[in-house]
């Protein structure tokens, strides 16, 4: 079965320090990841996204996310984290099998908390 | 533009009512999704629409009913509703759904059913 698993429900970190939001995935075929941020009674918003190529994947407000293929891991990444990147985070994969084909699966979310 | 809009912000409705939810994006995107979210719990897939077309029905009760007029607009229509339904319903919409075309979601409908 396909999924994705964030083993974290809550990472909490010290302003200016770096952040890590872990993430590991299951799917038959090429993964096809992504990562949305979500602020308390918003929508989600997309961060970035890994489909092929650089393990190493640029997305919005500075954040990143290293693909690893071995480990099926995608964990995102921020070298300096702001009070403001306080937030529910969300890993995704694509269902690459069956009816729901082209869906995303999403991960059960990480509360990202920053503290100055 | 670049954006999925969703109205109403907020809604309240009896277990009798009728209502309905409305989104809308001008992106040129023919897929279109709605979402059921629980608060600090990920987004739970109700329908996809494919050029105008449903493709998915996650055995969505048929109190939940979705209509796509034309490709920049997608409604949910609401009734007879329960407690339970209570919840951040989410638009979203991609390119198309194949490929690995990141969805774009609007900010949600929160809907208090009493």
């Known amino acids: 079965a396909q999924s994705v698993a964030q083993p974290e429900d809550q990472v909490n970190v010290a302003e200016g320090n770096p952040l890590t939001v872990k993430c590991t995935y299951s799917?038959?075929?090429?993964?096809?990841l992504f990562w949305y941020v979500q602020y308390p009674n918003r929508g989600l918003q997309f961060l970035l996204k890994?489909?092929?190529?650089?393990?190493l994947v640029k997305g919005s407000y500075g954040f990143e996310a290293e693909f690893n293929k071995s480990q099926t891991s995608f964990h995102l990444k921020k070298p300096s984290a702001l009070v403001s990147d306080s937030a529910l985070y969300f890993c995704?994969?694509?269902?690459?099998?069956?009816?729901?084909?082209?869906?995303?699966?999403f991960g059960k979310g990480t509360k990202l908390s920053v503290k100055p | 533009d670049t954006e999925v809009t969703q109205t109403p912000k907020h809604l309240v409705m009896g277990m009798t009512n009728k209502k309905s939810l409305k989104c809308e994006q001008h992106?040129?995107?023919?897929?279109m999704y709605w979402y059921k979210q629980k608060a600090k719990k990920p987004p739970e897939l109700m329908f996809v629409?494919?050029?105008?077309?449903?493709?998915i029905n996650e055995s969505v009760p048929s109190r939940f009913s979705p209509e796509c007029p034309n490709s920049s607009l997608l409604n949910l229509h609401l009734h007879a509703l329960q407690p339970e339904d209570s919840a951040l319903y989410l638009c979203?919409?991609?390119?198309?759904?194949?490929?690995?075309?990141?969805?774009?979601f609007g900010p949600g409908t929160r809907l208090t059913v009493l």
């Open positions: 979203a919409s991609s390119l198309q759904t194949s490929g690995a075309f990141e969805q774009f």
């Open positions: 799917v038959s075929g090429n993964p096809y």
């Open positions: 890994y489909i092929t190529g650089d393990n």
């Open positions: 995704a994969v694509r269902d690459n099998y069956g009816g729901s084909q082209g869906n995303l699966i």
């Open positions: 992106m040129g995107h023919r897929a």
């Open positions: 629409y494919s050029y105008e077309k449903l493709s």
